[in-house]
């Protein structure tokens, strides 16, 4: 039998940033992607297993910002309680 292992929710518009994050937390977490803030939103409330969400704080058309606005704002004790980490990476050239 496998050992538990928490489940979270990577948030990030960039696909390799979901696949880097995904890959060095993977060894001890259930790890969950999300692409955008309105998919982070589908996936938050219909998978009730995640314990912490970590966001992108820069994407386009919903931020981490508002992604965290709205899960604070629910009625929802559990997504009000959620453990949540902001990051994000600004390349410059």
């Avoid at 292992?5 to 259930?30: E, G, H, Q």
């Avoid at 309105?38 to 992108?56: H, M, P, T, V, Y």
């Avoid at 058309?61 to 980490?85: A, F, T």
Wanted: hydrophobic letters at 40%; glycine letters at 4%.
């Amino acid at each position: 039998m496998e050992p538990y292992k928490p489940t979270i929710l990577v948030t990030d518009d960039s696909r390799v940033v979901r696949k880097a994050a995904s890959s060095t937390l993977s060894s001890n977490y259930n790890v969950l992607e999300a692409a955008s803030g309105a998919e982070a939103l589908s996936i938050i409330d219909r998978e009730e297993s995640i314990q912490a969400l970590f966001l992108d704080l820069w994407m386009p058309d919903m931020d981490g910002y508002e992604v965290l606005r709205k899960i604070r704002s629910s009625g929802n004790r559990r997504l009000h309680d959620l453990q949540c980490v902001f990051a994000t990476v600004d390349a410059f050239d």
